[in-house]
RNA sequence: GACCCGUUCGUCUAGUGGCCUAGGACUUCGGCCUUUCACGCCGGCAACACGGGUUCGACUCCCGUACGGGUCGCCA
């Protein structure tokens, strides 16, 4: 589910909260060539997952099933006749028009099909002739609606065509069904992406050839993507893991991109950020919500999801953080909440980074003596050699391989020789992980490495440094 | 192309005629802290698209221009 769809159900689930609504999830598969194995699997999901819960739907019932447009072609059918009987739609026996010219050709479908002859039209019908239903709008005029977002709205009719009500296949369009089944289901609200507004004049000529009022309309403003050379478009997937289902795959958590999309084209009005769901219902309100587009912005994700990581109590994290961790070794499994998380969890930002963070943990990586050059605490290849070749016979020696254990060592070895305790504390780093940065220092790295592997680390340095006497 | 909509720091936004020397957040850049990195803390850079009005006074109201976006499907 693209992250637009999901702002969009949302947003209409705030509002349904926040005024002590209800929330209806309606399956909109009219279009059989796009029926997609396992989609509705997944909007289940998406939904649970973001604990958007629905009070009426395909799953949990309601009084104004069923709420799948494919089971309820017999009541759109109906009513596309009622429209016919009262002249405010037609059939229609032209071809079908491909689209696929590039340049989208102008002006729309002409209308010829308004005067046929009524004994031709029975006819054709009586043989089964192909045929569509449409819309009979008057050239003439001009129809006016109002939107909570973008005020009031008016265009000439003349710019309005004949839109399909009924396809050829007997389904319904979007357009068609949405004003049969929101009347139908009571619905208040029509909350829905910006790109819905210029259809929606013609959902007001429907609402009036039925007789039926009119709901209100609340337009969202489109969520935009970034592209590589600075311009912006609607987001798609060309702009990176626009699905939340990848966005989850890749480490970010529900709560943190519910957030974050909250806060793309609503505001609360004030400087607050973090918000959980139940908080979101009681802040939400049409007026927060924004006219322009907004640029999805994966920094600022990245940093929420920063937020709610280290919200996170310890054990939750490493549970959440497990099974990202990609871990190889029972070693590392065993050790995962005791030693790996609690270091992972202040630093982590998604949790899909974790297995780069602790990539070392497993195989000491390849590194050039040069890593023992550190500035800030001295640190250079002879010194390290030095304290190395003190601190693995030292450490070596000491009874228990914890921690807190080896820092004593260390600052001791560190306090005897009159040393800052970042020197010995840089070179042991680098010789137990071979990297410039690791998450915790090296005696955390250490106990979790063990005692032998933690050796053999530090001799490794050694050999290093010796056979690169003045690097 | 036609129609509709929009335009405050790079990004998300606050601001509804004087409270604005335009606030917050992300990013970025400094500094502090520190056993690296990060976290945290402190601080800096950075915007009212432009031009006309209206008004004592405009980011806020009106008009135009520019730019951006959306729609123009027997897709939703």
Redesign the pocket.
């Known amino acids: 589910m693209h992250v637009g769809?999901l702002r969009t159900a949302l947003y209409a689930y705030l509002l349904a909260r926040s005024q002590g609504g209800t929330f209806v999830l309606r399956i909109?598969?009219?279009?059989?060539?796009?029926h997609i194995e396992g989609a509705l699997e997944v909007i289940y999901a998406t939904l649970r997952q973001a604990g958007l819960r629905h009070d009426e739907g395909p799953d949990v019932g309601g009084a104004c099933g069923p709420y799948v447009?494919s089971q309820r072609t017999a009541i759109y059918r109906t009513h596309a006749l009622e429209l016919v009987r009262r002249g405010a739609a037609y059939h229609?026996?032209?071809?079908?028009?491909?689209?696929d010219d590039d340049?989208?050709?102008?002006?729309?479908?002409d209308g010829r099909c308004r005067h046929l002859d009524p004994a031709a039209v029975a006819a054709d019908l009586a043989a089964g002739r192909?045929?569509?239903v449409r819309q009979k709008i008057d050239r003439e005029g001009v129809t006016t609606f109002t939107d909570l977002v973008?005020?009031?709205?008016?265009?000439?009719n003349k710019?309005l065509?004949d839109?399909?009500l009924?396809?050829?296949?007997g389904?319904?369009?979007?357009?068609f069904?949405?004003v049969v089944d929101d009347h139908l289901m009571g619905i208040t609200h029509v909350v829905r992406?910006?790109?819905?507004?210029?259809?929606t004049p013609k959902y007001n000529l429907l609402y009036q050839a039925f007789g039926w009022p009119v709901p209100l309309y609340v337009?969202l403003?489109?969520i935009?993507g970034?592209?590589p050379d600075?311009?912006?478009?609607?987001l798609s997937k060309r702009h990176g893991s626009v699905s939340f289902e990848s966005l989850l795959a890749e480490g970010y958590l529900p709560e943190a991109v519910v957030n974050?999309i909250a806060?793309?084209?609503?505001?609360?009005?004030?400087?607050?950020?973090l918000f959980t769901l139940d908080e979101l219902a009681a802040a939400f309100g049409v007026?927060?919500?924004?006219?322009?587009?907004?640029?999805?912005?994966f920094?600022?994700?990245?940093?929420?999801n920063?937020?709610y990581v280290?919200a996170l109590p310890p054990a939750e994290f490493a549970a959440r953080a497990r099974p990202f961790g990609g871990i190889t070794s029972p070693h590392l499994a065993a050790c995962w909440d005791r030693l790996v998380a609690p270091?992972l969890h202040?630093?982590?930002?998604v949790l899909g980074d974790i297995p780069e963070m602790i990539a070392f943990l497993a195989a000491l990586p390849d590194y050039p003596v040069e890593f023992f050059h550190?500035k800030?605490?001295k640190c250079d290849p002879a010194r390290a050699r030095a304290i190395l070749a003190d601190l693995g016979p030292l450490c070596h020696r000491h009874g228990e391989w914890t921690?807190?254990a080896?820092?004593?060592v260390?600052?001791d070895y560190a306090a005897a020789r009159g040393l800052?305790?970042?020197l010995p504390?840089?070179a042991?780093?680098i010789a137990v992980s071979g990297?410039?940065?690791?998450?915790?220092?090296?005696?955390?790295i250490m106990e979790i490495l063990g005692r032998d592997e933690s050796l053999r680390r530090i001799d490794h340095a050694l050999a290093m440094l010796a056979a690169h006497p003045t690097a």
């Open positions: 769809n909109e598969d009219t279009d059989q060539a796009r447009q229609c026996f032209c071809d079908k028009v491909e689209r340049p989208a050709p102008a002006g729309g479908y192909p045929h569509v973008f005020g009031e709205i008016t265009v000439e710019v065509d839109q399909i009924l396809k050829r296949d389904m319904p369009t979007y357009n069904a949405n992406g910006s790109e819905y507004l210029s259809s337009h403003p489109l935009m970034k592209n600075g311009t912006v478009a609607k974050y806060l793309l084209g609503w505001s609360p009005k004030n400087d607050r950020e007026a927060g919500l924004n006219k322009a587009p907004a640029v999805f912005d920094d600022k994700l990245r940093w929420m920063s937020e280290k270091l202040p630093r982590v930002e550190h800030k605490t921690a807190p080896l820092g004593a260390v600052q800052k305790l970042g504390m840089w042991l780093r990297r410039l940065v690791t998450p915790g220092g090296p005696p955390e």
